[in-house]
């Protein structure tokens, strides 16, 4: 088996969601195809993706495997990585790929790293692991506080103690700095 194995059909019906073609879409592609072979689609599993970037790739996912920012199944962290954990909390089955670094290779234009990422095996492109992390918890599982300076409910996990009030991060921003 050789190159990507979506069809021509979700591949269109994503870039058209992203807005452009791009090697960061393509490689979203291929996490997502991944994910859809090693769990299928959020819409009939409780499938949460945890990406380690906020980059062109994740819309590829959101998009083919449906886990949103909205539904909660898509987290992000912050850490500046092309690399995805696919957790099914029906089975317990969890999976962490990152780009290799190989892959990359030498400099590319635009149009020849999108056809590499197109035409690569799986294999050659990321690395599988286990993840060490358990996957998250579900948001909505979590209090809410309000925030004793605007009034606005914020999630427990996103407040902050400050001369012994909770504030939202906002709040707690705009007082420490006075
Ligand atoms: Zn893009
Ligand atoms: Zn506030």
Same mark, same amino acid.
């Given at each position: 088996m050789s190159g990507c194995t979506l069809t @021509?059909?979700?591949?269109?019906?994503?870039? &058209?969601?992203?807005?452009?073609? #791009? /090697?960061?879409?393509? $490689?979203? $592609? %291929? &996490? &997502?195809?991944?994910g859809l072979k090693e769990f299928g689609s959020a819409n009939d599993e409780d499938i949460v993706c945890v990406t380690e970037t906020d980059m062109c790739a994740v819309d590829a996912i959101q998009f083919?495997? =449906?886990c949103t920012f909205g539904k909660g199944n898509l987290i992000h962290r912050d850490w500046g990585k092309a690399a995805f954990t696919f957790y099914s909390r029906d089975t317990g089955k969890a999976m962490r790929i990152a780009v290799k670094k190989e892959f990359w290779g030498r400099e590319l234009t635009r149009e020849a790293r999108i056809e590499q990422i197109m035409g690569a +095996? $799986? +294999? +050659?492109?990321?690395?599988?692991? @286990? /993840?060490?992390? =358990?996957? /998250?918890?579900? &948001?909505? $599982?979590?209090?809410?506080?309000? #925030?004793?300076?605007?009034?606005?409910?914020?999630?427990?996990?996103?407040?902050? %103690?400050?001369?012994?009030?909770?504030? #939202?991060? /906002? #709040?707690f921003e705009k007082l420490e700095q006075r």
């Open positions: @021509n059909e979700q591949i269109e019906k994503t870039k &058209a969601f992203h807005g452009h073609w #791009c /090697p960061g879409l393509a $490689l979203g $592609l %291929r &996490a &997502a195809e991944v083919l495997i =449906s +095996d $799986l +294999d +050659d492109i990321f690395a599988f692991m @286990n /993840p060490t992390r =358990s996957v /998250p918890v579900k &948001a909505h $599982l979590l209090a809410s506080l309000v #925030c004793e300076e605007c009034g606005e409910k914020t999630m427990e996990s996103r407040t902050r %103690r400050f001369e012994g009030r909770t504030l #939202c991060i /906002p #709040c």
